[in-house]
């Protein structure tokens, strides 16, 4: 059935479904607007909110279709070929991590490990797992019951990749800081998120990793003093491991993108 859809009917039938699945768990089902930009937001809605409970195989099969076109409308997947690296093996890029077709990505992950349930909210947390689709959510429910309580900051995991053109996530834990600066305590558990990803994707094989600026958004981490511990934590642990591992800073705001340009020396 999924191969014969156009991707508006793709869009119909999922929020259809979920809402069936909404009305089965007796929660509240919200109304369908009629145009696209409206229903594209109700999808991702009901992908936020939606509790990491196992899918009929049919509405797996249709979202997985819906998120492969969907990255093509949103300008396709960004290879490493794209990006610029410097002869340490380091780049900064400046772009949606979700596109990024690097062998792991790194989200900025609270403490449940679930993800964001926000409806559309614009942390990446909440991103990813949206454009990595609803089998996240469920992968890290399990790993998440096996382990037995919340997850510590400044350690890392790994799970597949799902729809997203990365082959992996690897959720990490920042410090939240707040209104306060930073106490030393912070730099080490931030520091120790760096390395603790690229220990682990080390560990699994991964040639590449694609880092986003942990502890900035939502957990308030100073924007400069965090990119300083990015990039000294990274350079650090290539430097003592001789990794050839290739490194990118994916950032979104302009200041991020000329901060992390000016501490890799980035010119031109």
Not at 92 to 104: E, F, H, P, S
Not at 135 to 153: F, I, K, V
């Amino acid at each position: 059935m999924e191969k014969d859809m156009t991707q508006d009917e793709r869009r119909l039938w999922l929020i259809r479904a979920f809402c069936n699945e909404r009305r089965s768990w007796g929660a509240d089902v919200p109304e369908i607007p009629a145009d696209e930009e409206g229903q594209r937001l109700l999808l991702r809605a009901l992908v936020n909110m939606r509790p990491p409970e196992p899918a009929d195989p049919e509405l797996l099969r249709v979202q997985d279709a819906y998120l492969r076109e969907r990255l093509v409308e949103r300008g396709g997947a960004v290879g490493e070929n794209d990006v610029s690296f410097s002869p340490e093996g380091i780049a900064v890029w400046r772009g949606d991590i979700t596109r990024l077709a690097a062998d792991g990505i790194v989200n900025a992950a609270n403490s449940q490990m679930l993800g964001c349930f926000v409806p559309n909210h614009r942390c990446i947390d909440n991103a990813i797992h949206t454009y990595a689709g609803i089998q996240l959510r469920l992968a890290c429910a399990r790993q998440m019951a096996d382990q037995g309580h919340e997850e510590p900051t400044g350690v890392a995991r790994i799970t597949p990749g799902y729809n997203l053109p990365a082959a992996h996530v690897l959720h990490t834990v920042g410090p939240i800081v707040g209104s306060v600066r930073p106490s030393r305590r912070d730099r080490e558990l931030l520091a120790s998120c760096y390395t603790s990803c690229l220990e682990l994707a080390c560990e699994r094989g991964l040639a590449s990793v694609a880092f986003c600026c942990i502890s900035t958004g939502e957990f308030s981490y100073p924007n400069r003093d965090a990119a300083q511990v990015a990039v000294a934590a990274v350079r650090d642990w290539k430097r003592q491991t001789d990794s050839q591992m290739r490194v990118i800073f994916d950032v979104f705001k302009p200041v991020d993108h000329d901060i992390y340009r000016e501490l890799l020396g980035v010119r031109g």
